[in-house]
């Protein structure tokens, strides 16, 4: 049986994550204490104690769920759990899943996550925009719906995440997302609901914040990675410094498919996905996808697998 290890992306933080791997795992908080350093505050006690609002200010959000992962991932492997056949990591998580593989060093990839967070935050400022999930409609009606939604309003409006069968993530301006939810609802949608997030993340008004961020990704050193990444964009493993170029640059403006990189993997001969950083939001998208699957999450000083709850939409 082979294994995949799955990072998350904006959505799974929480005010006091990674405070029990710090007080109980010396590799973790190893990690915690170095992005203190590289950072210049301290990263660590805005995770464990917040302010919240702080803590979810993108450019916040995005270093603090990168150094948890990460801190998360030296925890497992001091407690001896078995490398991955596979990594994959939703949006931001991407980043995480390269440093996991060994495409970039733990102070490269923090680097990256903190400039990724600083333009996307500037974009939202310049083009401001909103994300919906849509629930209970395909991925090709809420296409359908968007393209609609495009036409009729002249705005920008596209899938951002396909998450999992039935639950869809759209993002834009808002009088085209408007638009596309009035129209999600009379196809039948079961549920639909405006994110409380400003960026519009993967779509058009990211582009700005893509070629800068490009120009972060150039001059950052990449290695091949020594495990399979799974790209967002492609559903495909990333299996050169060029590939992985190309996809961070186009991940911030294309839509995450989340659906079809569980997909590859099940189809891979992966049956045990591990959760790797706070929160079980993507084990969640995998009982959808891959229901026959095992899926677990690493627990401060215990071997043992947790219970995967219900999660909220990953944005």
């Known amino acids: 049986m082979s294994s995949a290890y799955l990072f998350p992306g904006q959505g799974s933080q929480h005010v006091g994550m990674g405070h029990a ?17 590289l950072l ?34 030296a925890a497992m492997q001091a407690n001896g759990w078995e490398a991955p056949a ?35 935050k500037e974009a939202g400022r ?4 909103a994300m919906a999930a849509i629930l209970a409609l395909t991925i090709s009606q809420i296409e359908t719906i968007c393209a609609e939604a495009r036409h009729e309003t002249g705005g920008a409006v596209q899938v951002a995440n396909d998450n999992c069968p039935g639950q869809v993530v759209i993002s834009g301006e808002e009088i085209a997302l408007d638009k596309a939810m009035q129209l999600a609802q009379v196809a039948g949608a079961r549920k639909v609901v405006k994110l409380p997030i400003t960026i519009a993340a993967h779509s058009p008004l990211m582009q700005a914040a893509a070629v800068e961020f490009s120009a972060a990704i150039a001059a950052t050193p990449i290695a091949t990675p020594h495990v399979p990444v799974i790209g967002n964009v492609t559903a495909q493993p990333l299996d050169s410094a060029a590939a ?26 992966v049956n045990s996905f591990v959760e790797v950083g706070p929160g079980d939001v993507l084990l969640s998208l995998v009982k959808r996808i891959h229901r026959q699957s095992d899926r677990l999450r690493f627990e401060p000083r215990q071997e043992a697998a947790a219970a995967v709850p219900a999660a909220q939409p990953a944005a």
């Open 40 to 73: 210049g505050f301290s990263l660590s006690q805005l995770c464990f104690a917040g302010p919240e609002a702080e803590l979810t200010d993108t450019v916040n959000q995005q270093p603090a769920l990168f150094v948890t992962s990460i801190a998360t991932l």
């Open 244 to 269: 992985i170029r190309a996809e961070l640059t186009a991940q911030l403006t294309g839509p995450v498919r989340w659906t079809e990189t569980i997909g590859f993997l099940a189809a891979a001969g």
């Open 21 to 37: 791997l710090y007080a109980h795992e010396p590799a973790a908080r190893a990690v915690f204490d170095q992005a203190d350093d």
């Open 86 to 120: 596979f990594v994959a990591g939703h949006s931001l998580g991407e980043l995480s899943a390269l440093t996991a593989a060994g495409s970039l060093t733990f102070s490269d990839g923090l680097s990256l996550v903190r400039r990724r967070g600083e333009l996307m």
């Open 126 to 129: 310049q083009n401001p925009g």
